[in-house]
């Protein structure tokens, strides 16, 4: 297993190419994951929505949003960025233990919220295409590392990506089917 940072797998500092809407068949095998993944044959934001708005539009990520919003995060992925996220979805937050959501959307609990969500982004745009074939690691905003597994099925830690290459105007999402813990022996960000 080989590591690497993100700026030797491509990050570029480029405004996002903005596309029309568009979903396609969802592949129904790995070999197809795989190649949509690194096509990015995936749905994109319309121009100018920025990582934030994209989700809100897109309406998967309701409870991640409440949670950016919670944590007071929204300023952040609004702004310049890039950013890349590994979005969880709706579904991915419901997957959580009972009350633990409840919990982390608590004021007292606010440290560990942010340090959940940041977990999920990686500074600078990182599209599928340069993640390919690849096993590596990349530093979350968090401050641990990311594994990412771009084989068979696209891992990122123990959640996969069902979705690549949404681009924002700050940055790109790619959505993944669970939400990602920090290793307990990660700092929290201050």
């Given at each position: 297993m080989s590591t690497s940072s993100i700026p030797a797998l491509g990050r570029t500092r480029h405004r996002a190419h903005h596309c029309r809407n568009f979903t396609p068949a969802q592949p129904t095998d790995s070999a197809a994951s795989v190649r949509d993944f690194v096509s990015g044959a995936y749905t994109h934001?319309?121009?100018?929505?920025?990582?934030?708005?994209?989700?809100?539009?897109?309406g998967s990520f309701k409870t991640l949003v409440v949670?950016?919003?919670?944590?007071?995060?929204?300023d952040t992925l609004k702004g310049t960025g890039p950013f890349t996220v590994f979005a969880p979805t709706d579904e991915?937050?419901?997957?959580?233990?009972?009350?633990?959501?409840?919990?982390?959307?608590?004021?007292?609990?606010k440290a560990q919220l942010v340090s959940i969500l940041t977990?999920?982004?990686v500074d600078g745009?990182?599209?599928?295409?340069s993640l390919a074939g690849k096993t590596t690691k990349a530093k979350s905003?968090?401050?641990?590392?990311i594994s990412i597994v771009a084989a068979?099925?696209?891992?990122?830690?123990?959640?996969?990506?069902?979705?690549?290459d949404i681009e924002a105007s700050n940055g790109v999402i790619h959505v993944i089917d669970t939400v990602l813990t920090p290793p307990a022996s990660a700092k929290n960000p201050s």
């Open positions: 934001a319309q121009a100018g929505d920025n990582i934030v708005d994209t989700a809100v539009k897109a949670a950016l919003k919670a944590a007071d995060l929204v991915a937050f419901a997957k959580l233990p009972k009350g633990m959501l409840d919990s982390l959307l608590k004021p007292e609990n977990y999920h982004v745009k990182v599209m599928s295409k905003l968090q401050g641990a590392e068979k099925d696209v891992k990122v830690d123990k959640g996969k990506v069902t979705k690549a």
